[in-house]
Nanobody, 124 residues
């Protein structure tokens, strides 16, 4: 049984940094991509970033490139999302997700597995 468990969310002030973790278990994730999505109140869930478990290559949505960094720790089977210079508009529930597809990373429908989400709230 695949499990993805997010942690690290919280309430921070604008300009602060925060690192989210996604602990994966129950599967061999070689050839998988692990991604972060976020969903703000009243909005669609949107793609944030993805990382190849095998190669470590990364891809970001353009609007967050340079502020957010995705990384992985193979030994801990954990993917991280480092978020710098946080803004109130970054407030959302952040989800991690896993897919075996080598394409379509920005589409929710590409993902087989989802975590339960972690809340990030940024005050102005």
């Amino acid at each position: 049984q695949v499990q993805l468990v997010e942690s690290g969310g919280g309430l921070v002030q604008a300009g602060d940094s925060l690192t989210l973790s996604c602990a994966a278990s129950g599967h061999t994730f070689s050839n998988y991509h692990i991604s972060w999505f976020r969903q703000a109140p009243g909005k669609e869930r949107e793609f944030v970033a993805t990382i190849s478990w095998t190669t470590g290559s990364t891809y970001y949505t353009d609007s967050l490139k340079g502020r957010f960094t995705i990384s992985r720790d193979n030994a801990k089977i954990t993917v991280y999302l480092r978020m710098n210079s946080l803004k109130p508009e970054d407030t959302a529930v952040y989800y991690c997700a896993a897919t075996a597809l080598p394409f379509g990373f920005e589409k929710r429908s590409s993902y087989n597995y989802w975590g339960q989400g972690t809340q990030v709230s940024v005050s102005s």
